[in-house]
C-alpha cells in the first residue's frame, strides 16, 4: 500500500503551488483570511524535506507568489487590495527563506528558460527584461528567440465522463458523472465525488489493476463540486485535503 512521503498542515488554505522543473522545489502560497495573513512553504518533492511553512513578509496581506526557479522563490506585493495588479519582486532563497533581493520598480511577467523575464509598469510601451535570480540584475533585454517558456513538467489530470471509462473500473458511482483521472506508470489515479447522507464528498484513489493502493477523503460536507484534486510532478503525485493540508506521493 502507498503512503504519503510529505503530509504537512498548514496555517491557512492552500491558495497557489508552484514548482521549481529542475531543483524538484515546491512553494506554497497559504492565505488564511481570519487572521489577514499570508505565508510561504517550500518543499522538496525529490527527498520530502520541509525547508519552511510560515514565511511573511513585511505587507503580510497583499502579497503572493509569482513563481520559483533555481530554487528562488519570486513573491511579489499588490497595487491595491481591491485590484489583481502585482507589484515589486522579492527573491527568496527556497531552501533557507532568506531574503537574496527585492525590486520595486520592476513586476514580474514570466519564466523562461533562461530566468525571469520583468518590466517597470512605469513605462510604456511595454519593454521586457531578462534578469538574473540570484542578484536582481538586468541581463539584457528579453529575446523571444532564446529565452523559450520554461518547462514545469507538472501534469494535470482529464475530466472525463465516467461512462467512457470501462464497467467497473472506478471504486465509486461518482456523482455528476464526471472524474479527474490520470494514469502513470502502472496507476491509475481518479479524483470523485460522491453523495452521502445529504452531503457531497470528494475523494481520491489510487489503483493498480483492479486493487485500490490508496484512497483518501479530501473533502466532506461540500456544497458544490471541487475543481482537479492532484496534479502530478514527474514522480511525485500532489494533493490537496482539506483545503490546509499538502500530501505528497511517490509513484
Not at 515546491?26 to 483570511?33: K, L, V
Not at 497583499?62 to 520559483?68: C, K, P
Request: hydrophobic share 40%.
Amino acid at each position: 500500500m502507498l503512503q504519503p512521503f510529505v503530509s504537512q498542515t498548514l496555517n491557512g488554505a492552500v491558495w497557489r503551488l508552484q514548482i521549481d522543473g529542475e531543483t524538484d522545489i515546491m512553494c506554497i502560497e497559504i492565505r488564511n483570511e481570519k487572521d489577514r495573513q499570508t505565508s510561504f512553504a517550500a518543499v522538496n518533492l525529490a527527498s520530502g524535506q520541509v525547508y519552511f511553512t510560515s514565511l511573511t513578509l513585511p505587507e503580510r496581506w497583499l502579497t503572493g507568489i509569482e513563481n520559483i526557479y533555481n530554487g528562488v522563490l519570486l513573491l511579489h506585493y499588490y497595487k491595491h487590495e481591491t485590484s489583481p495588479e502585482h507589484k515589486s519582486i522579492i527573491a527568496v532563497d527556497a531552501t533557507t527563506s532568506t531574503e537574496l533581493w527585492s525590486n520595486y520598480s520592476l513586476a514580474f511577467n514570466h519564466l523562461s528558460t533562461n530566468g525571469p523575464v520583468a518590466y517597470n509598469p512605469g513605462i510604456q510601451p511595454k519593454k521586457l527584461l531578462l534578469i538574473d535570480v540570484l542578484s536582481g540584475q538586468t541581463i539584457r533585454p528579453y529575446n523571444t528567440t532564446l529565452d523559450k517558456p520554461l518547462d514545469n513538467y507538472i501534469v494535470i489530470p482529464e475530466m472525463i465522463p465516467a461512462a467512457q471509462l470501462i464497467p467497473g473500473t472506478l471504486p465509486e458511482e461518482p456523482y455528476g458523472n464526471m472524474v479527474h483521472y490520470l494514469n502513470h506508470n502502472s496507476y491509475r489515479i481518479v479524483s470523485l465525488h460522491t453523495f452521502k447522507n445529504g452531503a457531497l464528498q470528494q475523494h481520491l484513489y489510487i489503483m493498480d489493476g483492479s486493487n485500490v493502493v490508496y484512497h483518501d477523503l479530501l473533502n466532506q460536507d461540500i456544497q458544490k463540486l471541487q475543481p482537479e484534486a492532484f496534479v502530478l510532478h514527474k514522480n511525485a503525485l500532489i494533493y490537496i485535503k482539506n483545503r490546509t493540508e499538502i500530501k505528497v506521493l511517490k509513484l
